[in-house]
């Protein structure tokens, strides 16, 4: 049974710095690609970061690229999601997400985390 763990999420100021944390298990974490989403209130799940098996590709949506920074340690079995100059909207809950194959696709996760709450606040 695979499980995805969140954590690090929590309440900071605007232009402040937060790093999530997913611990996986149940499977080979180094053989499969790995995302961040998140929702926003009234919003739908939104992608936010991907990365493929290796780490050597990234991916991100354009409302955070150059501020988020998505990394994984295969020997620890965990994907982070480094997030600085943060903004009050990028306020949401943030899932982690785990694929079925080694590279990120448009096609959704199969396993999902259960969340950890981002808050900005202006």
């Not at 996986?24 to 053989?31: D, P, V």
């Not at 995302?35 to 991100?60: C, D, H, L, M």
Request: proline residues 3%; contains cysteine.
């Amino acid at each position: 049974q695979v499980q995805l763990v969140e954590s690090g999420g929590g309440l900071v100021q605007s232009g402040g710095s937060l790093r999530l944390s997913c611990a996986a298990s149940g499977r080979t974490f180094s053989n499969y690609a790995m995302g961040w989403f998140r929702q926003a209130p009234g919003k739908e799940r939104e992608f936010v970061a991907g990365i493929n098996w290796s780490g050597r590709s990234t991916y991100y949506a354009d409302s955070v690229k150059g501020r988020f920074t998505i990394s994984r340690d295969n020997a620890k079995n965990t994907v982070y999601l480094q997030m600085n100059s943060l903004k009050p909207e990028d306020t949401a809950v943030y899932f982690c997400a785990g694929y079925t194959v080694e590279r990120v696709t448009t096609t959704p996760p199969r396993y999902w985390g259960q969340g950890t709450q981002v808050t900005v606040s202006s």
